[in-house]
């Protein structure tokens, strides 16, 4: 356990549909960020979120839509995804948006784009 | 920009014997590095991180790595490998004065055999 909490673990959707994946964590950070792991291919930096501001948003589609109310919580909304999208998506927590502070990742949502 | 190479896609050891993980990466400014483990099912746990100081760096479940500035790596190393030990293993590294701009190896899966 490593007080960060990701919902669902898993996901199957389908191209149409909307869904969202839940991040919340109980460490008192205030960076937040969302991390795309597929097969074979290194751990791709999504988006980072510090003091409830989007601060990094790597070039990623428009169909994945971030959302962070609070320091605690952090959200990513799906819609109309590709089946290229199926990956692991991790959400991660620091005590500030500096990687040289440690990080602490959830088990991530293992997402099935069908 | 900068780059992170494990050449090692997979390394399979037997139990009690020594391991090392290569990782290399380019970087035109100064960097700081980390190894994370990720165990099957779940997020990434930080093994050990280089900041500054002592090239000789020692993490957690008696795992060390070497910072060697001249040869660009960055080499996991541990003495005498358990079971549970087997994971992959993740090289990272972000530069010095960057907001979050990390960069991820493609991992090395590390399989321990009884």
């Known amino acids: 356990e490593t007080g960060v909490t990701q919902t669902p673990r898993h996901l199957v959707m389908g191209m149409t549909n909307k869904k969202s994946l839940k991040c919340e964590q109980h460490?008192?950070?205030?960076?937040m960020y969302w991390y795309k792991q597929s097969a074979k291919k290194p751990l791709e930096l999504m988006f980072v979120?510090?003091?409830?501001?989007?601060?990094e948003n790597n070039s990623v589609p428009s169909r994945f839509s971030p959302e962070c109310p609070n320091s605690s919580h952090l959200f990513l909304h799906l819609h109309t995804l590709q089946p290229e999208d199926s990956a692991l998506y991790l959400c991660?927590?620091?005590?500030?948006?500096?990687?040289?502070?440690?990080?602490?990742f959830g088990q991530g949502t293992r997402l099935t784009v069908v | 920009a900068q780059s992170v190479t494990q050449l090692d896609s997979q390394v399979p050891v037997f139990e009690e014997a020594p391991v090392e993980l290569r990782c290399n990466y380019s970087?035109?400014?100064?960097?700081?590095l980390f190894w994370y483990v990720q165990y099957p099912n779940q997020g990434l746990q930080l093994l050990l991180k280089?900041?500054?100081?002592?090239?000789l760096v020692k993490g957690i479940n008696g795992f060390e790595a070497e910072f060697n500035k001249s040869q660009t790596s960055f080499h996991l190393r541990k003495p005498s490998v358990h079971i549970s030990d087997t994971a992959e293993y993740f090289c990272?590294?972000?530069?010095?004065?960057?907001?979050?701009?990390?960069?991820f190896g493609i991992g090395t899966k590390l399989q321990v055999i009884p």
């Open positions: 991660a927590s620091s005590q500030d948006g500096t990687l040289n502070t440690e990080a602490f």
């Open positions: 990272a590294v972000i530069p010095r004065g960057g907001y979050q701009k990390v960069t």
């Open positions: 970087s035109s400014v100064s960097v700081y």
């Open positions: 979120y510090s003091l409830e501001e989007r601060v």
């Open positions: 460490l008192g950070h205030n960076a």
């Open positions: 280089y900041l500054s100081g002592s090239t």
